[in-house]
Protein backbone atom coordinates (compact mmCIF):
# COMPACT_ATOMS: atom_id res chain seq x y z
CA UNK A 1 0.00 0.00 0.00
CA UNK A 2 2.70 2.21 0.63
CA UNK A 3 4.25 1.98 -2.47
CA UNK A 4 0.71 2.98 -4.50
CA UNK A 5 0.87 6.13 -1.89
CA UNK A 6 4.14 6.79 -3.01
CA UNK A 7 3.16 6.77 -6.60
CA UNK A 8 0.05 8.64 -5.80
CA UNK A 9 2.09 11.82 -3.73
CA UNK A 10 4.44 12.12 -7.26
CA UNK A 11 1.31 12.33 -9.26
CA UNK A 12 -0.42 14.57 -6.84
CA UNK A 13 2.44 16.83 -6.40
CA UNK A 14 3.27 16.11 -2.70
CA UNK A 15 6.76 17.10 -1.52
CA UNK A 16 8.15 17.72 -5.39
CA UNK A 17 9.80 20.54 -6.64
CA UNK A 18 9.34 23.09 -9.70
CA UNK A 19 11.15 20.37 -11.65
CA UNK A 20 9.62 17.24 -10.15
CA UNK A 21 6.52 17.99 -10.87
CA UNK A 22 4.11 14.85 -12.58
CA UNK A 23 4.45 17.03 -16.15
CA UNK A 24 7.85 17.53 -16.42
CA UNK A 25 8.19 13.85 -16.95
CA UNK A 26 8.30 11.95 -19.85
CA UNK A 27 5.18 10.07 -21.02
CA UNK A 28 7.04 6.53 -20.01
CA UNK A 29 7.43 7.79 -16.67
CA UNK A 30 3.77 9.13 -16.25
CA UNK A 31 2.53 6.12 -17.68
CA UNK A 32 4.38 3.45 -15.60
CA UNK A 33 3.75 5.68 -12.26
CA UNK A 34 0.25 6.05 -13.15
CA UNK A 35 0.43 2.08 -13.63
CA UNK A 36 1.76 1.05 -10.38
CA UNK A 37 -0.05 3.79 -8.21
CA UNK A 38 -3.37 1.63 -9.11
CA UNK A 39 -2.30 -1.42 -9.10
CA UNK A 40 0.03 -1.23 -6.27
CA UNK A 41 -3.58 -0.05 -4.30
CA UNK A 42 -5.41 -2.65 -5.77
CA UNK A 43 -3.40 -5.44 -4.91
CA UNK A 44 -2.93 -3.98 -1.15
CA UNK A 45 -6.88 -4.29 -1.03
CA UNK A 46 -6.73 -7.71 -2.35
CA UNK A 47 -3.86 -9.21 -0.01
CA UNK A 48 -6.11 -7.17 3.03
CA UNK A 49 -9.07 -8.90 1.82
CA UNK A 50 -7.44 -12.24 1.79
CA UNK A 51 -8.57 -13.00 -1.93
CA UNK A 52 -7.51 -15.21 -4.14
CA UNK A 53 -6.74 -12.32 -6.91
CA UNK A 54 -4.99 -9.78 -4.21
CA UNK A 55 -1.89 -12.41 -5.01
CA UNK A 56 -1.98 -12.45 -8.66
CA UNK A 57 -2.12 -8.98 -8.37
CA UNK A 58 0.73 -8.51 -6.15
CA UNK A 59 2.44 -11.30 -8.33
CA UNK A 60 2.09 -9.26 -11.31
CA UNK A 61 3.24 -5.66 -9.99
CA UNK A 62 6.32 -6.99 -8.26
CA UNK A 63 6.77 -8.60 -11.53
CA UNK A 64 6.26 -5.58 -13.43
CA UNK A 65 8.60 -3.45 -11.59
CA UNK A 66 11.49 -5.78 -11.79
CA UNK A 67 10.56 -5.88 -15.64
CA UNK A 68 11.24 -1.66 -15.42
CA UNK A 69 13.72 -1.51 -13.35
CA UNK A 70 15.47 -4.58 -15.23
CA UNK A 71 14.61 -3.62 -19.31
CA UNK A 72 13.22 -0.45 -19.39
CA UNK A 73 16.06 1.78 -17.10
CA UNK A 74 15.01 4.97 -18.60
CA UNK A 75 11.46 5.05 -17.13
CA UNK A 76 12.75 4.78 -13.50
CA UNK A 77 16.38 4.33 -13.41
CA UNK A 78 18.40 0.90 -12.74
CA UNK A 79 17.42 0.78 -9.28
CA UNK A 80 19.25 -2.38 -8.06
CA UNK A 81 17.80 -1.87 -4.19
CA UNK A 82 14.43 -1.96 -5.81
CA UNK A 83 15.33 -5.24 -7.81
CA UNK A 84 17.00 -6.82 -4.90
CA UNK A 85 14.16 -5.85 -2.75
CA UNK A 86 11.09 -7.21 -4.90
CA UNK A 87 13.23 -9.93 -5.81
CA UNK A 88 13.33 -11.53 -2.01
CA UNK A 89 9.76 -10.55 -2.13
CA UNK A 90 8.84 -12.39 -4.38
CA UNK A 91 11.50 -15.34 -3.38
CA UNK A 92 10.00 -15.35 0.19
CA UNK A 93 6.13 -15.27 -1.53
CA UNK A 94 6.68 -18.55 -3.70
CA UNK A 95 8.52 -20.56 -0.84
CA UNK A 96 5.97 -19.90 1.55
CA UNK A 97 3.65 -20.80 -1.01
CA UNK A 98 5.47 -24.32 -1.80
CA UNK A 99 5.92 -24.40 1.81
CA UNK A 100 1.97 -23.96 2.60
CA UNK A 101 1.31 -26.24 -0.40
CA UNK A 102 3.30 -29.34 0.87
CA UNK A 103 1.49 -29.08 4.35
CA UNK A 104 -0.95 -32.11 4.88
CA UNK A 105 -3.99 -32.05 6.80
CA UNK A 106 -3.82 -32.90 10.30
Known amino acids: MLKGLYHWAHICGVGA ?3 ELYTSHSI ?8 FAVIDLVAA ?3 WLAAAW ?5 LTAVASMVAVQL ?3 QVFGRGFFTILFEGAML ?3 LNLA ?3 AREQPV
Open 91 to 93: AIY
Open 45 to 47: VGL
Open 28 to 35: AWQTATVF
Open 17 to 19: GED
Open 98 to 100: VKA
Open 54 to 58: GAVIW
Open 71 to 73: FFP
